[in-house]
């Protein structure tokens, strides 16, 4: 600021809100005066032709004039500014008019004028800041709200398990190649000798299948297998549909991958994945897959869809390669299976499951929901555990309704102790050595065809029908024939497959929260579920929900146990079409 001219400097300060220039000149009355008589020349406030000098002021009258002047509109600025401290000098300076005074007030104006611009400029700092943070406070309000509701999924991370370490450079093959299943005489002449050299246990007297195989019914059937049974047919029946190979994460996944022949004009073919269990095979799916495929063949006319199925192996069942590593287990396997659909030139597809395939595809639809169109199980993984779920036990026998079970969960859970406790317990048995130490039994399997049949085929009765324990046949032959049941036997058999399969009972219990569904993430996909009457445990609609949050069809199939697709394939396609179909309207 000049003190030859304060009026011209000080001008742009008062044009951002302090009192006018007009004021502090006015203001500052005769002591102004006698300041610019003795500096004349450099001390013009304004143009001489706009404003006079204030030498015109110089009279008595004119002073007390201009005084009183000043009193006023400093007084009235005083009071609309508060009382700033600057215009009470300014008031003093007009009262007193001496030149001294003005020498005293204008350094002091100078500082309240620089407090005064700094004040205005933290206001107009703040007059920008305070919108900007409210804008920052409410995005990450609305951001934290939708993450509430955000999907959450489970990670699908990267795996290893060819032998010894994942090699650092060249990239993995991912050819697709065709296969085809082959068998020697030489294979089935170590075959026929050691079902010769087999011993038998007799059983106890009317205890049928309650003791597990009985050792009576296994002769016939170990009979039927060397003398009758044609594993040359049956390699042929095998490869009846196309087989491949792929290698992902170090090992070969193998797989059937079936495509309809004609499509209709207006139906749409739709990708299905189906993933099998434990005691079976992909060799499940050989009944269902033709009415899947060509549904108009076989009176499926009421659907407008059309799938190309493709039934993978798990990694350590039949011709897939086993893991080398450990820690194999259901996110592995779902890991594997969206990457081999992936390499198919799949971007969105349908999944179906039982047993470890329920397990397997779930995880899928919790990995990569973007990529499953809907989620299809005849068998549904949930915790019993919980007070939510004890009370629901408790007031289910007496009120259902209260609690959202249908008369038939009712008769199909109750008397809960029985069928929920007993019968597990007495089912599970395998489960607890698989889970815990599956090579020292697996070696005993591994060995003897006539212990793999005999423990494999129990399987196949008791999960059928539970009434079939009474049988001394187990009504095996009642629901398969021996071929059928013999060639998903040999599949272990020739493979070596069952202590590897056997395996995948133990990476997967020692984990939490175990196979199936991690509840704390939930089934957010269309979700379709067909429960069989016959299934070793009965999941009501009302229990899934708390796990699979969107449920389009929920079917009580009117007979058929475990084995769905084996056992009951025409009822199986005609939910999993009816599922599909309620999704393709959503």
Not at 164 to 182: A, N, Q, V, W, Y
Not at 478 to 483: A, G, R
């Amino acid at each position: 600021m000049s003190l030859q001219n304060p009026c011209s400097d000080l001008g742009f300060f008062f044009s951002l809100g302090s009192p006018s220039l007009s004021e502090v000149c006015l203001a500052s009355g005769s002591g102004y005066a006698n300041v610019w008589q003795s500096n004349r020349a450099e001390t013009t406030c304004s143009s001489p032709t706009t404003h006079p000098p204030l030498q015109a002021l110089g009279t008595d009258v004119h002073q007390k004039q201009a005084q009183e002047f000043a009193r006023e509109s400093v007084t009235a600025k005083e009071k609309a500014r508060g009382g700033d401290t600057w215009v009470a000098l300014l008031r003093a300076a007009a009262i007193q008019g001496g030149p001294d005074m003005w020498q005293e007030f204008l350094p002091n104006a100078w500082e309240s004028l620089l407090s005064r611009i700094r004040s205005f400029e933290f206001s107009q700092k703040n007059a920008v800041l305070v919108p900007v943070a409210a804008l920052g406070v409410g995005g990450m309000l609305v951001c934290w709200l939708r993450s509430r509701h955000k999907i959450k999924t489970l990670e699908m991370g990267d795996g290893w398990w060819g032998s010894g370490e994942r090699p650092l450079k060249g990239k993995e093959d991912e050819s697709i190649r065709p296969f085809k299943i082959e068998t020697s005489d030489k294979e089935i002449e170590d075959l026929h000798h050691r079902l010769d050299q087999a011993r038998y246990a007799p059983p106890l007297e009317g205890a049928a299948f309650h003791y597990g195989f009985n050792s009576n019914y296994l002769q016939k059937v170990v009979a039927y297998w060397r003398n009758q049974f044609d594993w040359h047919k049956q390699v042929e029946v095998l490869n009846k549909y196309p087989h491949f190979l792929t290698t992902i994460e170090g090992i070969n996944i193998h797989f059937i991958h079936v495509k309809p022949s004609y499509v209709p004009h207006g139906r749409a073919v739709q990708p299905l994945l189906m993933v099998h269990g434990w005691p079976g095979s992909f060799y499940e799916f050989y009944k269902i897959i033709p009415l899947l495929t060509e549904p108009a063949k076989h009176g499926l006319t009421e659907g407008d869809v059309v799938f190309e199925v493709i039934c993978p192996s798990i990694p350590g069942y039949g011709f897939s390669e086993a893991p080398h590593q450990k820690g194999f287990d259901t996110v592995a396997a779902a890991r594997i299976f969206h990457k081999l659909m992936n390499r198919l030139g799949f971007k969105e597809y349908y999944l179906q499951g039982g047993d470890w395939g329920s397990a397997i595809t779930t995880n899928m639809a919790q990995m990569l929901p973007q990529s499953v169109k809907g989620l299809h199980l005849n068998m549904v993984f949930i915790a019993m555990q919980g007070l939510g779920r004890m009370i629901s036990v408790m007031l289910g026998a007496y009120v259902p309704w209260l609690v959202g079970l249908t008369r038939e969960d009712v008769r199909r859970v109750y008397p809960f102790a029985q069928k929920n406790i007993y019968n597990i317990l007495r089912e599970s048995g395998y489960l607890h050595i698989q889970a815990t130490k599956p090579d020292t039994a697996g070696c005993g399997l591994n060995d003897s065809p006539v212990g793999l049949a005999a423990y494999i085929l129990e399987k196949f009765s008791t999960w059928t029908d539970n009434s079939f324990l009474d049988k001394d046949d187990g009504a095996l032959e009642s629901k398969y024939s021996l071929d059928e049941l013999l060639t998903n036997v040999m599949i272990y058999w020739v493979t070596s497959s069952i202590v590897s399969s056997m395996r995948f009972y133990k990476e997967n219990m020692s984990k939490f929260p175990g196979p199936g569904a991690d509840p704390r993430l939930g089934v957010h996909v269309p979700t379709g579920i067909a429960a069989f009457p016959q299934e070793i445990t009965h999941t009501p609609r009302t229990w899934a929900k708390d796990v699979f949050k969107n449920i389009v069809t929920y079917s009580y199939m009117p007979r058929g146990g475990h084995f769905a697709a084996f056992q009951e394939p025409k009822l199986l396609a005609q939910d999993i079409m009816h599922f599909v179909r309620k999704v393709e309207q959503l």
